[in-house]
């Protein structure tokens, strides 16, 4: 089996983690050895910035935040690699994909959100978990950082994913359904995946 690296994205609140934890189990269980990571990673130096940041605690100007973001992922890139490296799969909770959605969502330049994140390990598939703002207010009401509580800036990250999605041959994923049902669907997605060269 080549190397598989998968993303999930989307919105807080989408459903990314419970499909990420479901479809690590689900692998496992037929013999293949899974790491998976979230982004940010609030546990390195730079996580603890960003989650300041999140919580109101700290002002960074917009490319700043983004440059952050993406210095969060490099902290983590030789682990990501060396996971590949033993053939293990690798599934993400968000990667550099947000970074894009966000950053134009924030009216950075794509190419310069590009940049950033060039020379990462690149995914081989991006899964976006397609739910609207107001589902994700509905399921999680209470402590939301800076970005989830704006409901206009979650409409525009949205609309970010699904443009992101064409340019770049995302599969997006209804997830306004029941967990059952958006499993299905991923699962087959993932399939179809892991057979491709």
């Given amino acids: 089996m080549r190397k598989k690296l998968l993303v999930f994205e989307g919105l807080d609140q989408s459903g990314k983690k419970t ?8 692998l496992k269980e037929q013999g293949f050895q899974v790491e998976t990571i979230a982004f940010p990673d609030y546990d390195t130096v730079i996580g603890k910035e960003i989650k300041a940041f999140l919580r109101g605690e700290r002002q960074y100007n ?27 799969l ?14 134009l969502a924030n009216g950075l330049s794509l190419d310069w959100l590009l940049n950033l994140e060039k020379g990462l390990p690149e995914a081989d598939l991006v899964i976006v978990m397609d739910a609207s703002p107001e589902v994700s207010f509905k399921r999680k009401r209470v402590e ?8 206009s800036f979650l409409k525009k ?16 994923v209804n997830g306004e359904r029941s967990v059952e049902e958006i499993h299905k669907d991923v699962w087959e997605t993932i399939n179809r995946c892991l057979k491709s060269p």
């Fill in 144 to 151: 939301r950082d800076v970005y989830e509580r704006d409901l």
């Fill in 19 to 26: 499909q990420v934890e479901l479809l690590m189990k689900r």
């Fill in 157 to 172: 990250v949205r609309e970010a994913y699904i443009h992101l999605s064409r340019k770049f041959n995302w599969v997006v």
């Fill in 62 to 88: 917009v490319q700043v935040r983004h440059i952050l973001y993406a210095a969060n992922r490099w902290e983590r890139k030789e682990d990501i690699e060396r996971w590949l490296s033993e053939e293990k």
């Fill in 90 to 103: 690798v599934i993400i909770d968000r990667y550099y994909q947000s970074n894009l959605a966000y950053g």
